[in-house]
């Protein structure tokens, strides 16, 4: 240890890897990897699974080994599909997990870099800063104006200041004013830290913290398709006993052994046709695959429930700097009211951080240099004080001793600084008239104020205590991001309100409102207006205010609540620690990436890897695709169970023998093999429809199957069944010898109108050619379209078709039944264009 600290380059690559090798990973609990068995058997215990493995049992027991055999490669088949789907998703979701994780900037071959929290290793050198949540335990060896929450590990509430070893006094307390702690958080200052102890062996680790991850909740998406499933399912088991009966009382020149089996297989070809196994599937799929490519476009998902949550959102909060402005602030122009500009500049820089992080500070010592005052020049002198910033007071001082005389040097808004400014009541009012003048031209305004002192006793002890004279006034532009007035325009057609927060003043942020195009820019409530308001007053304020100015995060909570009493879904960005409960009470916290705490990170639902307010829409967006495209999905499952249920449920009404059948156990896995990926892969993709952002957010009460899905699904999957079943029951003609070639016609049917429903089906208000327009350089979608024809053609024209009781068609049958499928599905498109002409 001693050698690493005496070097501030920190440790190099080699001697990483031989530290991680020693100590391991930084990690309280080691990750647990479900065994691949317990999968497999965990996706077999599903109900649909279970009658397929039943189905193929009867099989062997009726004494036909060949169909038991292939009915058990279909299971073997579809169980690796879901496997496969279900491996891809772990992944998704693993991989959104790696990049939501902890990091931490360390020094390491004598560079900065950020790596995940859990490859530090102890002799690394961190750097921490505010809204940090430390990960290790170590030692400091540098710090500027540190203070840490330690109330995790010692259950005391106030801050405590840290120093390095040299400038600690020594006690005998056991928690270190020179040491940080794991799980302990920076709420002032920055520093250094040296590791020291890492994962189980820190202090916070020996505590023996519960850090087991709870068991994951299921959304509300999930608890509505689980209910529908168990309705499914007792239907179900009524129509297995109804149609297991009919069948038995049609049987009666079978021995009583097979008429058993018999009417058992039938009655099993109808539940699996009743239970839409496919539900779970589509909701985890469609969450994590959403999740993933929200991530791809800089919006990474911490939480899957809230990809459902944001095509709801109905108001949108958000920071002014950095968010709807480009966080490039630039320093615009100056005033004096002595005309004494070098003056007001060199305090203006005395007033910063020597190292300075915040882009403003960053400006104004641009600013200097620009005008030939180097930070070398500024700061040659003694930092004997220093007044930290605070919310409450927005303003803060550094106390400088040079050529043996003193000065503070402070700035802030013109609000504090001119409270604390000697000046005449005609020079106060020349002062914010030019406050006012600046800020109507949308610069943020920054008051520069500074006094000398005779001695070092004269130094006060708090800024509020100091009686300065004003030095002038800094105008700094921070202009809107390019294409945040479109943005702004989107969402307003999409009915989303979008509320501007900001610690600005009121009048700069009107004026960025009104070149965003923001409503109700007018009207604005600061931060002193929220402190006397009540929580009625504000409940009704907030329905015709979109402007909050001078606010600090506490006000944030209060904010959130009041839109949310009025029924709204409110999405909430936050970037600093005090952020965190606003962040956690909103429907969607959003944190910053870029300029966002870890605390703030931890405490959101989504964290912005640009800090981009067109992220923010284009990520809504996407949370209404996805659930529009949940909606097709169970849809389109409800659509195609329909004509299979329907063809199991008739057959025996209209005493069709079982050997005859449209559909044996045998085809619904067929087609099962084709329903799976279509629902969970192809309708997963399919893009946003063109009106999509000028609907109004949906009801949060809303069902996933309203009563037009279900009414559209039910029609739709009726036509299917005329079409399929009626081809199959015309071209059986009462004839057990045309099973074979009735059941390829109505099984190509069913295939093919399942090509097309998918189509139909990906647009309210798109016709089908549009769709396809869309979807010609989709590599999966001519995949899976080329697949199903391909399948078709296997199980129709190869030596398979016999082992699938089916008959390979003339081209006259085939083109036929293709025709037929058509006309099945294409019917909706006529109703497509009277809904276009109604609303036009």
């Given amino acids: 240890m001693t050698k690493i600290m005496k070097n501030r380059t920190g440790l190099t690559t080699a001697e990483v890897v031989e530290l991680q090798l020693q100590f391991g990973k930084n990690v309280l609990t080691p990750d647990k990897h479900e065994n691949f068995i317990r999968k497999v058997l965990h996706i077999m215990s599903e109900p649909m699974f279970l009658l397929l493995i039943a189905a193929a049992v009867i099989y062997f027991i009726l004494g036909e080994p060949r169909d038991g055999a292939i009915m058990l490669i279909f299971v073997i088949g579809i169980i690796s599909i879901d496997i496969i789907q279900e491996w891809k998703t772990d992944k998704t979701l693993n991989a959104l997990k790696d990049l939501s994780a902890p990091h931490v900037t360390v020094i390491r071959d004598g560079e900065e870099m950020v790596i995940a929290s859990e490859d530090l290793v102890p002799g690394d050198l961190m750097m921490i800063y505010e809204g940090v949540k430390i990960p290790a335990d170590g030692i400091v060896i540098k710090c500027n104006d540190l203070q840490v929450d330690e109330s995790s590990l010692t259950g005391e509430t106030e801050g405590v200041w840290k120093n390095v070893k040299d400038k600690t006094e020594s006690t005998d307390d056991y928690w270190r004013k020179d040491y940080c702690y794991a799980g302990t958080l920076v709420i002032q200052g920055n520093g250094i830290i040296c590791v020291d102890k890492i994962g189980a062996a820190t202090e916070y680790g020996k505590i023996g913290v519960n850090v087991a991850t709870a068991g994951d909740e299921l959304t509300p998406l999930q608890k509505q398709t689980g209910r529908l499933i168990k309705v499914c399912a007792v239907i179900a088991v009524g129509f297995f006993a109804l149609v297991g009966v009919f069948t038995y009382l049609n049987l009666t020149d ?25 539900f779970p599937v589509i909701m985890t799929v469609f969450l994590s695959m959403g999740a993933w490519r929200l991530a791809k476009k800089h919006s990474l998902v911490r939480k899957l429930p809230s990809v459902e949550t944001l095509g709801l959102v109905s108001v949108l909060c958000v920071d002014k700097t950095g968010t709807i402005t480009m966080n490039q602030m630039t320093v615009q122009n100056t005033w004096t009211p002595e005309g004494d500009e070098h003056t007001l500049l060199e305090v203006m820089g005395l007033a910063c951080e020597t190292d300075a992080y915040d882009p403003m500070e960053k400006a104004i010592l641009a600013y200097c240099d620009d005008h030939g005052i180097s930070k070398e020049t500024l700061f040659d002198g003694e930092l004997v004080n220093e007044y930290a910033f605070t919310n409450e007071l927005k303003m803060m001082g550094h106390v400088w001793r040079r050529n043996e005389k003193y000065m503070i040097a402070a700035k802030g808004s013109p609000e504090g600084i001119l409270s604390i400014c000697s000046m005449t009541s005609q020079d106060r009012e020349l002062a914010w008239n030019k406050v006012l003048e600046m800020s109507k031209e949308g610069l943020r305004v920054i008051a520069v104020a500074a006094v000398m002192l005779k001695s070092e006793s004269e130094i006060p002890l708090s800024i509020m205590e100091c009686r300065l004279n004003l030095c002038g006034l800094i105008g700094l532009a921070d202009p809107p991001r390019e294409g945040v007035k479109e943005d702004v325009e989107m969402c307003r057609k999409a009915g989303i309100r979008i509320v501007m927060i900001t610690g600005d003043n009121g009048i700069t942020a009107s004026t960025i409102a009104e070149k965003i195009g923001m409503e109700h820019k007018d009207n604005i409530i600061t931060g002193d207006m929220l402190n ?6 504000l409940k009704e304020a907030v329905k015709k205010v979109s402007i909050f100015s001078r606010v600090i995060p506490e006000h944030k909570m209060r904010i959130v609540k009041a839109f949310k009493a009025n029924g709204e879904i409110v999405a909430m960005t936050g970037d600093g620690v005090n952020d965190a409960p606003a962040l956690k009470y909103a429907d969607i916290g959003i944190a910053m990436g870029k300029r966002g705490s870890e605390v703030s990170r931890e405490a959101a ?31 389109y499952v409800f659509t195609i169970h329909i004509p299979i249920a329907f063809a199991s449920l008739l057959a025996p009404v209209l005493h069709v023998t079982p050997s005859a059948l449209l559909l ?10 084709l329903i799976d990926p279509t629902c969970s892969i192809i309708l997963e993709r399919q893009p946003a429809e063109t009106d999509l952002m000028e609907r109004k957010p949906r009801d949060s009460g809303e069902k996933l199957l309203n009563v037009h899905i279900m009414l559209k699904s039910i029609l739709q999957g009726i036509t299917i069944f005329l079409a399929s079943f009626g081809t199959y029951y015309v071209t059986l003609a009462g004839n057990p010898e045309n099973a074979s070639v009735a059941r390829s016609m109505g099984i190509t049917i069913l295939m093919l109108a399942n090509l097309l429903i998918v189509q139909v089906n990906s647009s309210e208000n798109d016709f089908i050619f549009q769709t396809i327009n869309r979807l010609i350089k989709d590599r999966v979608m001519w995949i899976a379209n080329i697949g199903t024809l391909l399948m078709l053609v296997i199980i129709l ?18 083109f036929g039944s293709f025709g037929i499928a058509m006309l099945a599905v294409l019917w909706y498109e006529p109703i497509k264009l009277f809904h276009k002409l109604r609303k036009g």
């Fill in 254 to 278: 079978h021995t009583p052994g097979p008429r058993l089996t018999e009417s058992i297989l039938s009655g099993i070809t109808l539940a699996m046709a009743m239970i839409p196994e496919e």
């Fill in 797 to 814: 024209f190869t030596p398979l078709s016999g082992l699938l009781k089916l008959a390979p068609l003339s081209p006259g049958q085939f």
């Fill in 532 to 537: 006397d308001m009540t929580e009625e007053e």
């Fill in 605 to 635: 639902d989504l964290i912005l890897l640009d800090d981009n307010f067109n992220t923010i829409v284009e990520t809504i967006k996407d949370g209404r695709r996805i659930f529009d495209n949940i909606r097709k999905a169970v849809g």
């Fill in 664 to 673: 044996l156990p045998l085809h619904v896995v067929l087609l099962e093999l």
